[in-house]
Nanobody
Framework: QVTLMESGGGSVQAGESLRLSCVAS????????MAWFRQSPGKEREVVAV????????YPDASVKDRFTISQDNAKKTLYLQMNNLAPEDTAMYYC???????????????????WGQGTQVTVSS
């Protein structure tokens, strides 16, 4: 069973940076779609950034483009999300999600992803 473990969340001031990490355990596939989602209280879970072996990085959420960068280290089986110039509206629980054995993401709906981490909290104060 594949497991995903996020880390790197915390409480920061507006304008500061954080880097989230997601370590994937017990998988051997080289083709995948992995993503970062976030969810604030009372809101639906929304996709922030996506990386797939076929398309590379994508940022469906226009509000994070030019501030957030998704990347991956295959040797370490780790997905990253570098978040710069954080704003209070970025406050949320951030989740790592993945589907393996495919080169392209099957959409950005949470139901498209087979594996999820437990989440890491990001809190940005003004």
């Amino acid at each position: 069973q594949v497991t995903l473990m996020e880390s790197g969340g915390g409480s920061v001031q507006a304008g500061e940076s954080l880097r989230l990490s997601c370590v994937a355990s017990r998988y051997t596939r080289t083709r995948y779609c992995m993503a970062w989602f976030r969810q604030s209280p009372g809101k639906e879970r929304e996709v922030v950034a996506v990386f797939s072996t076929g398309d590379g990085d994508q940022y469906p959420d226009a509000s994070v483009k030019d501030r957030f960068t998704i990347s991956q280290d295959n040797a370490k089986k780790t997905l990253y999300l570098q978040m710069n110039n954080l704003a209070p509206e970025d406050t949320a629980m951030y989740y790592c999600a993945a589907s393996f054995g495919l080169d392209y993401c099957q959409g950005f709906d949470p139901k498209s992803f087979n594996y999820w981490g437990q989440g890491t909290q990001v809190t940005v104060s003004s």
